[in-house]
């Protein structure tokens, strides 16, 4: 190991305010004797007083384990090897398990991922969060259960008393994590860690709770460290970023700069990847960053981004470690070439071909599929039935993307099973091919049906059989379907189709766990298109992919479609990935369509209230931009068993105009030809709101 | 599109090196590497029984009666009818090794199918064969096993079709249990897409998945089984004599443990070294998968 102090965070000139926390130079190490990966080599980084900083990085960077430095959790084969972590005048890698945990829950709290994991399922959200004051300030009972409800009334949940009472299985995950926030700051920590606190949450869920953490930042004086792989976030909540990038800080800038200004080239390709609103698949083909991110014991020599850099110069920054520069007072950079590289304007070109116009080949019509919950109950009255899909009615048209929006609990996958057979329909019809499919399950379907209509999953670790070489499903796809006959002709379009998803041939006999999430995802969309489809259901295809993975495989996606002329529905909650990808989007809530109409119809004025909300609590990566105008819901998604008999979005809408919202189910407004919203409001009440997406 | 390349060889070829299950890779667990052993040691001695052993089995040498202890001719000494106990174990071996993993590799293709029925086929078949595994695995084993030989009489198959039906229930849940989760998996969503029967979706696409808690399944099993079998001969439901089978042995030798212990301590011990191995050999095997 070089002994060469590389300027780290901490030299950079302070803006104001004291260091809260200051970590230099910090080496963390998994495992023992010959098994040692090095998962930080050496990361310095200081957050002030009241600061809100932000580390990003894909999964797998080190952010993670930083985070579980500061707490001292590395657990049993993970060890801080040097470097120091300054607290409050502390060295906490110094401090005895005692004292670590004196400072935990006093001084350092941390909110994870999974709300569910953080609650003890066997007391009651009262009793659990109580024991932190008893235990932290030594309160009595009552005043311990006072300040337990101050606090849960500063993070907004409805109803604390009862609240208290509960637990944690009976509160939804939006609640769930209000609660864990609510116990992190109960001690009133000076340090808040909070590691993708909204990963699991609904969008309109995620953009409350972000606003609570902003609004409780300012109330508890508390300094953020948080952590995420969402750039958009970031923007949204940060005063200053750091980049991390295979264990190493690559950049670090206030949030401004950093998004006006990204000068490490991994920053720039990290920001071209992110869909925006601004435009679509024929204005701009996401770019990517090619090649995959380097395991910890294969990190390259020089600069760990090298590999996978455009502008790597071979013999300059692959010989010595690269040192974290200042590119002005405050913007640090880990690049060898970073004032010489010129930032290079996204690719705004576009490949994209417009399909003509077509005839519909798929007609969903008034199509419901209702499930009974507790039938197997001796009593009748227990019966309750889950309307997941009600009324449906759209239609698509060959070589179009249909576009099905919408949060959790919303009926979207439901429809997919529908549609693929998987599932079959209480009533109404899906006329495919001259033909109602709705009731007929997959077995019962034709032949050519089933070769037609195929699908690519959510999951990339459960898409593929463990058991199987990954061509496997491929070859079985062609050989059912029997668009290829004969052993050379299959293997022909195995090979070809390996090809058109850009993996090596050579890849064909390896099994599932030698591949990374996203060449799981490229297989699972050569065995969707295998047996040469004419409809294809994308159900959340790149929902579990880094971003810079998921750019990728999107354009993928698309390129396919569009030279196959495939019909595609693409089932998604990402609103600026449904932007870009779609041509026509369907709004779901609770089973119901909301809102249905060409993308730049859902996009922009007249909205239906609740697409109003989704689209304003998208994060946008760009503070420089600033809000658009904020509509937040209130409350969670309730579940879809015995639903409201009037509007579904009744018990969340801002704009609910009264009773006739909770009996009467809303009449169609017919905006224009392609155009539809199911509202009570006059349309053009409707017509008047303006754009919640900010301009360009 | 840009021209990128997603191959990482090096990254891949770490990650292969992670795999579970390698061929050799059982040597990587001290445990079962030694449970395996005891158990190959046993196989060889088994196999070259003919060859090895000093005496045909039911030879019986009336020199030896007086004093049956262990002595140069006989190294394990001989029972009360001067039968050398040694041969008479190596003999014995071929007994257990054999009908030990016949029965179990029986009860395993019935109490699969079962678990596969169970799993997959919803809920009517589900609940019939589930509740018959109840009524099965409700009865005490060693009362199942003897009213079924007492019955059918002792002899091989019967010995085989009793440890099927006391022990295919078990595995079906196993099976029943992995195939209940390993059903929501969308690879098996994509096999029914493509059209593929209920069948090819059960043998092909399920079951290799439970491969793994079976193997180690299959391992305490025949343990388990090689008990039986000795139980079976201890209260003289086992094989029909002069046959040797270690169980019997002990039985015979019962009578005369106060004064020649040897007599049933050689065959217990053959007995417990064989299980041991067994046992050794799943528990090495569950490390190496939780691993």
Known sequence: MTTVIFPSASNAPMAGGEALIEIRNLRVEYGAGDHRIVA?????????????????????????????????????????????????????????????????????????????????????????????????????????????????????????????????????????????????????????????????????????????????????????????????????????????????????????????????PYTRGLLDCIPDLASDKRTRTLSSIPGQFPLPHERPSGCVFGPR??????????????????????????????????PKPAVRVSTYVEPEAMAPILDIDRLSKSYELGGMSWSRNSVSTVKANEDLSFSVRQ????????????????????????????????????????????????????????????NPDSTLNPSHAVDFSIRRSITKSGVRKGAAAIAGRVAELFDLVRLPRQFQKRRPDQLSGGQKQRIAIARAFASEPRLI????????????????????????????????????????????????????????????????????????????????????????????????LTGDIPSPVNPPAGCRFTGRCPRKLGEICDSVPPPEHKVSSTHTIACHLPLDQLVEVTSVIAAE | MSSESVIDAPATEIRASRRRFRRWGILRSTTATVGLAIILIWVVLAVLAPVISPYPPNEQDYLAMADPTPSWGHWLGTDNLGRD??????????????????????????????????????????????????????????????????????????????????????????????????????????????????????????????????????????????????????????????????????????????VWPHMAMFPCLAIVSLVLGFNLLADGLKDLADR
């Open chain 1, 40 to 264: 930080i080599p050496d990361l310095s980084l200081t957050i002030r007083r009241g600061e809100s900083y932000g580390l990003v990085g894909e999964s797998g960077c080190g952010k993670t384990t930083a985070a579980m430095a500061i707490m001292g959790y590395l657990g049993r084969n993970g060890f801080a090897t040097r470097g120091s972590i300054q607290f409050e005048g502390e060295d906490l890698l110094l401090a005895t398990p005692a004292r670590l945990a004196r400072i935990r829950g006093k001084r350092i709290a941390m909110v994870y991922q999974e709300p569910s994991a953080s609650l003890n399922p066997t007391m009651t959200i009262g009793r659990q969060l109580a024991e932190v004051p008893e235990l932290h300030d030594g309160l009595s009972r009552a005043a311990a259960t006072q300040r337990v409800l101050d606090v849960l009334a500063d993070v907004r949940m409805p109803d604390p008393e009862q609240v208290v009472r509960r637990f944690p299985h009976q509160l939804s995950g939006g609640q769930q994590q209000r609660v864990v926030i609510a116990m992190a700051l109960l001690a009133h920590p000076a340090l808040l860690l909070l590691d993708e606190p909204t990963t699991g949450l609904d969008v309109t869920v995620e953009a409350a709770v972000l606003d609570l953490i902003g609004l409780l930042r300012e109330k508890y004086e508390t300094s953020l460290l948080y952590i995420s792989h969402n750039l958009g976030l970031i923007a949204t909540t940060c005063d200053r970023v750091g980049i991390m990038y295979s264990g190493e800080m690559v950049e670090e800038a206030p949030v401004i700069d950093l998004f006006r200004k990204p000068t490490h």
């Open chain 1, 309 to 342: 850099c455009g502008d790597f110069v071979p013999g300059r920054c692959d010989q010595h470690p690269v040192p974290l520069e200042p590119a002005t007072q405050s913007h640090l950079v880990r690049c060898l070439r970073w004032s010489e590289i010129e």
């Open chain 1, 399 to 458: 070589g179009e993307i249909l576009a099905v929006v919408g949060e959790s609990g919303c009926g979207k996958s439901t429809f997919a099973k529908v549609l693929t057979g998987l599932e079959t329909a209480t009533s109404g019809g899906i006329f495919f091919a001259n033909q109602d499919i709705a009731r007929r399950a997959v077995h019962q379907r034709s032949q050519e049906v089933k070769r037609a209509i195929q699908m690519i999953f959510q």
């Open chain 1, 537 to 632: 259901i994308a159900d959340e295809p790149v929902s579990a992919l880094d971003v810079s993975v998921q750019a990728a495989v999107i354009t993928l996606l698309l390129d396919l479609q569009a030279r196959d002329k495939t019909t595609m529905i693409f089932i998604s909650h990402d609103l600026a990935l449904v932007r870009h990808v779609a041509d026509r989007v369907v709004v779901m809530y609770l089973g119901r369509v909301m809102e249905q109409g060409r993308v730049e119809e859902i996009f922009s004025p007249p909205y239906h209230p609740y697409t109003e909300a989704l689209l304003s609590a998208i994060p946008i990566p760009d503070p420089t931009k600033g809000r658009g105008r904020r509509v937040r």
């Open chain 2, 85 to 258: 106990i040694l041969s008479r174990l190596l003999w014995g071996a071929r007994t257990v090794l054999t009908v030990a993993p016949l029965s179990v590799t029986v009860a395993m293709i019935v109490g699969i199918t079962m678990g596969l029925l169970a799993g997959y086929c919803g809920p009517i078949v589900d609940a019939v064969i589930s509740r018959i595994s109840d009524i099965v695995l409700s009865f005490p084993i060693i009362v199942l096993y003897v009213i079924l030989i007492a019955n059918l009489g002792p002899s091989i198959l019967n010995i085989i079709v009793a440890t099927t039906v006391a022990s295919a229930p078990g595995i079906g849940r196993i099976v029943r249990g992995l195939v209940l989760e390993l059903r929501t998996q969308e690879y098996v969503a994509a096999a029914k897409l493509r059209g593929e029967s209920a069948l090819y979706i059960m043998l092909v696409e399920l079951l290799p998945n439970c491969r793994g808690p079976l193997i180690v399944d299959a391992a305490l099993r025949i343990g388990y089984t090689t008990i039986t079998i000795g139980l079976l001969g201890f209260i003289g439901l086992g094989l029909p004599p002069p046959n040797p089978d270690w169980g019997g042995m002990a039985k015979d030798a019962t009578a005369m443990i106060s």
